[in-house]
Structure formats: C-alpha cells, structure tokens
C-alpha cells in the first residue's frame, strides 16, 4: 500500500520518521519508523482503513488506553496511539529477531525444554495482565515475539479495543475477533464474558503447536474449526511425538479443556503445573567457567588461577551466540561442593568447563575439560604444557574449542578479538592479574593496592589497554562510595575517564573500556546520548559482559523501565547468583509505581540472601508505597541494621520517618548524617532525602544542586526518583533536570 506509506508518513512527520512497512496482519500495517524525540526505533501498527471505519476511532482510541498500563519484559508495551489523517494508529518499540509464527514456520516443532520456556515466559506476561483487568484475546504465534532470546507478547488488548469499539457503533460488520485456530470455544461463540483462562486456552494451543508441529485443531474453514474447538477432544500429542512427557501432556490438555472452569484457575497455576513435569534447559549454547584449581606448589600461584578463570570468561563472553556466567557467580564453587548437575542447574546452563593450572618456573601445564552438566559427559578434554609465554594462546584455544564443540557460530571479527593478544610483558600480565586480584576484595586497602600494581604493569608496558580498564574500573567504584572516602565522585569519575579514554586509544575494540565510558558518561556528564551508543557498542564487542546491569541503571534514570528491566534480567541470566541485580529489578519496579511486583521481587531476593540490606530496603518502600507504613519502617530499620555505616539506607529511613510523622526520629538521622559527615564524605543526595520527608523543599535542592556538582550519590537518577516525588513541581528542580539534560 504504496499511498498508504506516503499517507502516514505526512501524518506523523512532526513526531515520527516513518521508513518502510515490515509486515502485514488481519487488522494492520506494521510499519518501521524512529521516534524523532527519543532518537529510537518503533513499530507503527496502521488499521486498515476498512477496519478503522467499521470500528470507529474515539471508542478505540479510548479503550487502547487501557493497554498502556501494561509495563512488563514479557509484554511489548503501548508508547503511542492516535488517529492523524483518518488513520487508526498505535505504537511499540520494535523488537529485533522474528515471530514466534516465523520461527514454526521454518522449524515446525520446537524442543520440548525450549517449548515449554517460551509458554512460561508469555505465562508471566499474561498473569501480569490479568491482575490489571486485561485480557489479551488473540494469543498465537504471530503475537509472540522472540527477542534477544525471550518471548515477547504483542497486539495487547488489540482484540478488546476492537471489540468494544465495534460494538458500540453497530450491531453487525461480519468482523471477527481473534484467530479461530487458536480461540477458546467461550471466545470462538462470542459469548460476551470472558476472562483470563480464554488467554490460557489460547496459549494451551500454542503450546501444543510447538511440541506436535500443528496446532490441536485444524479444518478446511473458520465454522469447522470453531466447532472443533466447542465439540472434539484434543488428539494425543504423545502419538505426534512420543518423547514428551506424559505429565506435560496432562497440564496442556488441561489448559485445552472445553469448560473454562474445568482449566487452570490463573496464568500463574498454569506455569507453575508446567515446571512441574518438564525440565526446562538453558535456551542456545550456554557455559559457567568453574574456578581453575591452582595445583602450583606454591599457594601465592592462587591469583594466577583466578586469573586464567576471568580470562577464559572475558574470552568466551566475546562470542554473541554463547550465554556465559560472569565470574561473580562461578567464583561460589570454588571449593565444588556440589554436583556438576547441580551447579549447572543453580547457574542455569547446559555445560561446565572445569580447569586446573599448575604453574613451574618458566613452564605451565593447563588441562580443561568442556563437560554437560546433565550427563556428565565429557564434550572435549585437553592438556596444555607450554612455556607460559604461550598463556594467551592457549587462553584463545580453549575459547575456541569450546565455540566449536557448542556449535556456537563465531564471526570474522569475533574470532579476530579472541586471537588477539593483550600485551606481550608477561611481567607486565602478572602485575595485571595481581591489580585484579585485590581489585575483587572491594575493600578501600584491596582497591589502593591494586591500583600499586596496575601502575607497575603500565611502567612494563604502557600500551597495555587492559591495564588502563583495571585502573578506571578502580575509581568507578571509589566513586561509588566504597573505600574512606578520601576522594570525592567528581574527582574519581574524572580519574577514572582519564585512564579509560587512554585504553580505547591503544584499542578501539575492548568492550569493557566502552562500558565503563558508557557508565562515566551518564554519571558524570550526562550525556545520555553518548553514553547509550557506548553502552550498545560494548554489548556488540562483548555480548556477555556484565554492561547489561550498568545499561539498565541509565535506562531506569531515563524512565524507560520496560527496557531497564529487559537488560537488568538480561544480567541477572548472566550472573543468576548475585542479589545486585534482582536488587536493581526491584528498585526499578518501584520507580515505575509497580509496586506489588517490586514487592514480590525484594522478598524474592531476601530469600535468596537474607542479610542483604538493600533487599529489605526496597520491601520497605514498596509497604510504605502501599500504605503500610509500620510494616515498611520495620524493614527500612532492619536495612540499616544489617548496614549501618551505609548513608543511602540510613538517610531513607530519615525519610520514610518524617513521611510517617515521626519529626523527632527523622531529625535525629540528620543529626546522625552531619556528624558522619564531619568524619568521611557523606553524598549531599543522600541529605537531601530526609529534607524532602520533612517537607523543606528549598534545602533538599540546596543539597541536590550540590550532589549534581559533585556528581554524588546517584544523582543521575533524580528525574524518576519514588524519593523526590514532592520535588518534580518547583522551579528549581526542573532547572536542575535540564541542567542534567533530563528536561
């Protein structure tokens, strides 16, 4: 629809660059365009103008709102809609990768573990929906999304708006709602009340059609279908393929049945049943480098086989087809305690890569092994005993067997990075690994130490990019509080940018000194632009670096939660042991008013590790959010408990104390913060919080101005703060916004 394209293009020329149409559906256009304001791709979905007149376009408009509230990393939000030029509109991000449709298409039947992965995801997504009041109506395959390997549900409430629209303007257009292949019988017979188990059903035939390649009922027209659905029972899958389990044909065939109280009550009891009777394996190639056992006769040989660990990480983290566990996660079997299996299954992976280093003079012998972590099978062995100048080959070797026995698709510049050897001073490499290794302790004598030695590996070879990185990552994190605070933020962030702007000048290609830029960027100059194509271009030369958790920071300071909580998953997958990053989906959550599921998050994370302060801070707010104010005090006290030299914690519960009405608690955590103050760098931000509790708006921004010079206390993420929520309306604080570029 050539005219059409030229149509919408005038339409929405003030707001969006319309580019070309990528695809076509039963009630719309998609077409690719840019959001001219924030500078990202979207997907504009255009009815088609029969539809748009048939339905009419304030009802719709009015209904499609209802989709907005929709915020989750398994649902493709709404951002847009309108009418311009008789056009019906509504928007999304775009979404890379293909349809679940697209994917059947060319493969008809899915793994089982796979299969039943993408029905929990789209489950999620739809209990979501379903406690706000919305149902989807149109679950199939065209409708999911693969994405950055997850499921993604589109079109949300489409059906609904349509359906009320439609019904409000005539009686009969012989339009239908839904897609008979995979319509519930109470859906497919237009019966008018329908709730979230129509939705059930509906992925229920989803299912089924990725494990038997056809979906439960098929026919040579929509009637004969319908009556299918409404009249006969469902053929046994386990005759289509006898390897799946009995149990998941019973949870499936339970989702399938004709009576909507005969299903599962809720899209929860329908995943929960799923994981039950079905294992479901790590999607693609995916690998956890356990610690590399020092078998040196010498025990100071421990931060070589540390090092020879993040090596091979950093090595196989260079490949985008590999998912690979940081090192944060690994390091907890360092004394294997558990089985293969078990640690597989905790680190969410298919294969272990067990290593062992024995360093002897001049020589050292390295044997790895590539194992499956569910059968103990041995995938490839191999024993190194070299002179240990070939350390950095043998690293690139192991890295690319690995790719290999994986079938893990390597690219030309991938392969490339991998070959590329750091620095060729070895005296220079071990002063390197010992930097890194009491960088690790993240104690203020582990982080002066480490930066002794990262000086004396730049004295051997001071074009050793990687060195520079180990330096900035140093002041990033005394900007971040850790260490006596001898230095304040500004100083370090300058410091830090310093040493990694030296790093990318000797080389362009080391992801890990783009994502620290990226960090520094947005910390520090508030250059959000900059910062996001440094954090992108990071994750391009290293897809399975820990960028993700720092990207997810930004995007949540930007108020773009739904894509903050896609990467801050995205991290938490690739270091599923650590509480920072269930930490930051929390905190996340309750930037976005979500404040039930930040609730379920924090409690989730405490469970995981109960001494956590941060975790019982952030349930904290979520009970003050909901009104519980002494249940929330409660959890806001034991924060400080557990962390009591920690100013942010201590100055929200001064906070959270003047918003309960107890004045004289809150005044004394001031009182507490001043004299800290007098003793060791405390963030004016922090202040800040307890001045805006008790309502002394002008001081609290006397100290945010402050905090925005010194780049304090993650000022950065002021716009979307729960924290400063009083603030947003005075003068002075939409002055510092754009004085942030945040305006």
């Keep these: 629809m050539p005219d059409l394209l030229e149509r919408l293009k005038s339409a929405l020329a003030d707001r969006y660059a319309v580019e070309s149409e990528i695809g076509r559906g039963g009630m719309a256009t998609v077409y690719l365009a840019e959001d001219l304001k924030h500078h990202r791709q979207v997907a504009i979905k255009v009815l088609h103008p029969e539809l748009a007149a048939a339905v009419g376009g304030q009802r719709f408009l009015q209904e499609i709102q209802t989709v907005a509230s929709l915020n989750h990393p398994h649902i493709l939000m709404l951002i847009d809609s309108g009418e311009a030029d008789g056009l019906l509109y509504y928007v999304m991000p775009y979404a890379e990768g293909e349809s679940l449709r697209q994917r059947l298409d060319r493969e008809k039947q899915l793994a089982v573990d796979e299969s039943v992965r993408i029905a929990l995801e789209v489950a999620d997504g739809l209990d979501h929906a379903h406690r706000k009041g919305v149902i989807h109506r149109d679950i199939k395959p065209g409708n999911i999304l693969l994405s950055e390997r997850h499921a993604v549900i589109a079109d949300f409430g489409i059906a609904r708006a349509i359906e009320v629209a439609r019904a409000d303007r005539v009686t009969s257009t012989g339009l239908g709602v839904g897609t008979p292949l995979y319509s519930s019988p109470e859906q497919a017979t237009a019966q008018e009340t329908l709730d979230g188990r129509t939705d059930i059903y509906s992925l229920g035939c989803v299912l089924y059609e990725m494990l038997a390649g056809a979906p439960p009922f098929t026919g040579p027209s929509s009637q004969a279908i319908v009556a299918r659905h409404s009249l006969d029972p469902v053929p046994s899958l386990r005759t289509v393929r006898s390897t799946i389990p009995e149990g998941l044909e019973q949870v499936i065939l339970k989702a399938l049945a004709k009576i909507p109280a005969d299903r599962f009550a809720s899209a929860v009891a329908f995943a929960e049943a799923l994981t039950k009777p079905a294992v479901v394996r790590p999607s693609g190639p995916s690998i956890a480098v356990l610690p590399f056992l020092n078998l040196s006769a010498d025990p100071e040989n421990e931060y070589f086989a540390d090092g020879m660990t993040e090596d091979v990480i950093a090595q196989l983290s260079k490949i985008r087809a590999l998912k690979v566990i940081s090192r944060t996660s690994v390091m907890q079997f360092k004394k294997r ?16 890569l067990e290593g062992s280093v ?28 070299r002179q240990l100048s070939d350390v950095f080959a043998i690293q690139s070797d192991v890295a690319l067997h690995i790719a290999a026995a994986l079938k893990a698709e390597l690219s030309a510049d991938e392969r490339t990075r991998i070959g590329k050897e750091p620095t060729s001073d070895l005296k220079a490499y071990h002063l390197y690994l010992k930097g890194q290794h009491c960088l690790r302790r993240y104690t203020s004598e582990g982080i002066h130490q480490g930066l002794e030695y990262f000086e004396q590996a ?20 005394l900007g971040l509080g850790f260490g006596p605070g001898e230095i304040r933020p500004d100083e370090a962030h300058r410091r830090g940018k310093e040493a990694v702007v030296r790093a990318l000048e000797i080389d362009s290609e080391l992801g890990e000194a783009h994502g620290i830029l990226a960090f520094l960027k947005f910390v520090s100059d508030f250059d959000w632009t900059g910062a996001e194509r440094e954090f992108k271009r990071a994750i391009e030369l290293n897809p399975g670096s820990m960028t993700y958790a720092f990207y997810g920071l930004m995007l949540s300071a930007l108020e773009r939660y739904d894509e903050a909580i896609a990467a801050q998953r995205r991290a938490q997958e690739l270091d599923p042991l650590t509480a920072v990053h269930p930490s930051d989906i929390a905190s996340t959550l309750l930037r976005a008013d979500r404040y039930d599921e930040a609730m379920k998050e924090a409690k989730r994370l405490i469970e995981m590790q109960p001494d956590f302060a941060t975790g019982h801070s952030t349930l904290g707010w979520a009970y003050v959010k909901k009104g519980r104010c002494e249940e929330g005090l409660a959890e806001l006290e034991k924060a400080v408990a557990l962390n009591p030299g920690n100013t942010m914690l201590l100055a929200q519960l001064g906070q959270a104390y003047a918003l309960a009405g107890k004045v004289g608690e809150a005044r004394d955590v001031l009182l507490q913060l001043e004299e800290l103050s007098r003793q060791r760098y405390v963030p004016p931000y922090h202040m800040a919080y307890v001045y805006t509790g008790l309502g002394e708006h002008d001081t609290a921004i006397d100290a945010l101005e402050q905090a925005y010079e010194e780049r304090a206390g993650g000022v950065y993420g002021i716009k979307g703060s729960f924290l400063f929520t009083t603030l947003r309306s005075h003068p002075r604080f939409k002055a510092l916004l754009r004085k942030m570029n945040l305006g």
């Design 358 to 385: 024995r360093r002897a003079g001049s020589r050292v012998r390295i044997v790895a092994q590539l194992i499956d972590a569910e059968t103990d099978q041995h995938l490839w062995a191999e024993t190194y005993d």
């Design 337 to 352: 305690e558990q089985s293969l299996r078990e640690i597989g299954e905790r680190l969410g992976v298919a294969t272990l």
């Design 458 to 477: 730049i004295e051997k070879d001071p074009n050793y990019a990687l060195v520079f990185t180990g330096v900035a990552t140093a002041y990033v994190i």
